[in-house]
């Protein structure tokens, strides 16, 4: 047991913790993604309200995310031990910078990271807190005619203060009670301050996620002459380029096309 404490202790223990909770983060932001992506359904916020109370009502999802919380702590903490160990192993810096083949998403990963777990914190406290706490948040009904497959929604007003959502059928018409979380959705992207800082922390996503995904693979001895330049072509353009750019274009789209 003291081994096995020893190692992970020591400096390659902690990058080995960073890199396999940042593997689980990767594959967290594609599930996220793909649900985020109902958000363009042009429903009236049926698919993702139904997608925010299946994240929230299933169990073994529930479980999933308390490991989600728990691997962002880690992953955070890790991070901040190994910056200031690397700080204090060099604490006056040279006078002449030797040339250095480092890119500057791998010189600047605290920065990124900093500004990664704002965006978390208050991404979280205005989404998932509210969903969970906020009493005010209000409900939708959507009636769908299982003939036509023809979607009606209209404001639903809760009999009771324990009601969380309900899915019945009347006349061949299914009836699906959800809180809104659509609509905060709505809301939140209706401000140009939280849109710019939501596309900013997108940006550092892209830069950290070009480093971290490739530093993972190595700290993790994946390396192949013939699987790395896969790995390195996967943590580019998919998880550098076309995941920062699906998240970064919902408050986009919604402060230029649907608050328009």
Same mark, same amino acid.
């Given at each position: 047991?003291?081994?096995?404490?020893?190692?992970?202790?020591?400096?390659?223990?902690?990058?080995?913790?960073?890199? =396999?909770? *940042?593997?689980? &983060?990767?594959? %967290? #932001?594609?599930? /996220?993604? !793909?649900?985020?992506?109902?958000?363009?359904? +042009? @429903?009236?916020?049926?698919?993702?309200?139904?997608?925010?109370?299946?994240?929230?009502?299933?169990?073994?999802?529930?479980?999933?995310?308390?490991?989600?919380?728990?691997?962002?702590?880690?992953?955070?903490?890790?991070?901040?031990?190994?910056?200031?160990?690397?700080?204090?192993?060099?604490?006056?810096?040279?006078?002449?910078?030797?040339?250095?083949?480092?890119?500057?998403?791998?010189?600047?990963?605290? =920065?990124? *990271?900093?500004? &990664?777990?704002? %965006? #978390?914190?208050? /991404?979280? !406290?205005?989404?998932?807190?509210?969903?969970? +706490? @906020?009493?005010?948040?209000?409900?939708?009904?959507?009636?769908?005619?299982?003939?036509?497959?023809?979607?009606?929604?209209?404001?639903?007003?809760?009999?009771?203060?324990?009601?969380?959502?309900?899915?019945?059928?009347?006349?061949?018409?299914?009836?699906?009670?959800?809180?809104?979380?659509?609509?905060?959705?709505?809301?939140?992207?209706?401000?140009?301050?939280?849109?710019?800082?939501?596309?900013?922390?997108?940006?550092?996503?892209?830069?950290?996620?070009?480093?971290?995904?490739?530093?993972?693979?190595?700290?993790?001895?994946?390396?192949?002459?013939?699987?790395?330049?896969?790995?390195?072509?996967?943590?580019?353009?998919?998880?550098?380029?076309?995941?920062?750019?699906?998240?970064?274009?919902?408050?986009?789209?919604?402060?230029?096309?649907?608050?328009?």
């Amino acid at each position: 047991m003291s081994e096995i404490k020893q190692t992970f202790n020591s400096s390659l223990g902690k990058k080995l913790i960073m890199a =396999l909770t *940042g593997l689980f &983060l990767c594959t %967290f #932001i594609i599930v /996220h993604l !793909g649900g985020n992506l109902l958000l363009f359904s +042009n @429903d009236n916020g049926f698919g993702f309200n139904v997608y925010a109370n299946f994240l929230t009502h299933f169990a073994p999802i529930e479980v999933i995310a308390y490991i989600l919380y728990l691997s962002i702590v880690v992953h955070a903490v890790y991070a901040l031990i190994i910056t200031v160990k690397n700080r204090k192993s060099r604490p006056v810096g040279y006078a002449i910078q030797p040339k250095s083949d480092a890119t500057w998403s791998s010189k600047n990963m605290g =920065l990124l *990271g900093s500004i &990664l777990l704002l %965006f #978390i914190v208050i /991404h979280m !406290g205005d989404f998932w807190f509210r969903y969970h +706490n @906020d009493k005010q948040m209000g409900f939708k009904e959507y009636r769908t005619d299982l003939a036509t497959g023809k979607t009606t929604e209209s404001v639903y007003t809760p009999v009771s203060e324990d009601f969380n959502h309900s899915v019945s059928v009347e006349n061949n018409v299914e009836i699906v009670r959800v809180k809104d979380l659509h609509a905060r959705v709505v809301f939140s992207f209706s401000h140009l301050w939280y849109v710019v800082f939501y596309v900013i922390a997108m940006g550092a996503l892209s830069f950290h996620l070009l480093h971290g995904f490739q530093s993972a693979f190595r700290t993790l001895g994946w390396v192949h002459r013939k699987y790395t330049p896969i790995v390195y072509a996967i943590g580019t353009w998919f998880f550098a380029v076309i995941i920062p750019l699906g998240f970064a274009a919902m408050p986009v789209y919604y402060y230029f096309v649907v608050k328009g």
